[in-house]
């Protein structure tokens, strides 16, 4: 399954990211080795594994830190525990597929669904 990518890596049968990663769209001999190695992957499905492999190990901490660090402590600063839940909760569900990383406007989109969240903990008094 979509999982069996993590044993690949620590098995090294893919090398494990480096810190400026291999570029966009590069991974697909990653996903050949993988599709050897089993049959049933198909690729690697998760950002926080997608992203340190395409564009690197601090580009990815820098991409997390903005679309999670910030938005996670400025509601726990202003104690929006129910912001913060319903936050993690799309954060959880977009880690749990590759929409994010895919060409188009995903990650734009879940930005904007994020930073609305955000906008409407300043309107709550």
Not at 22 to 44: E, H, K, Q
Not at 60 to 87: A, D, W
Request: hydrophobic share 45%; glycine share 6%.
């Amino acid at each position: 399954g979509r999982s069996d990518t993590f044993e690949a890596i620590s098995a090294g049968i893919i090398p494990k990211p480096s810190i400026m990663g291999i570029g966009i769209n590069n991974t697909d001999a990653l996903v050949y080795r993988l599709n050897y190695y089993n049959s049933a992957l198909a690729s690697f499905e998760y950002p926080f594994i997608i992203f340190p492999y395409e564009d690197g190990i601090i580009t990815s901490i820098l991409i997390y830190s903005i679309i999670l660090g910030y938005p996670l402590l400025r509601l726990l600063r202003r104690k929006r525990y129910y912001l913060l839940f319903t936050l993690l909760l799309i954060f959880a569900d977009v880690n749990t597929y590759n929409g994010i990383t895919l060409n188009g406007d995903y990650m734009a989109q879940f930005c904007f669904i994020e930073y609305m969240i955000l906008n409407v903990d300043k309107n709550i008094t």
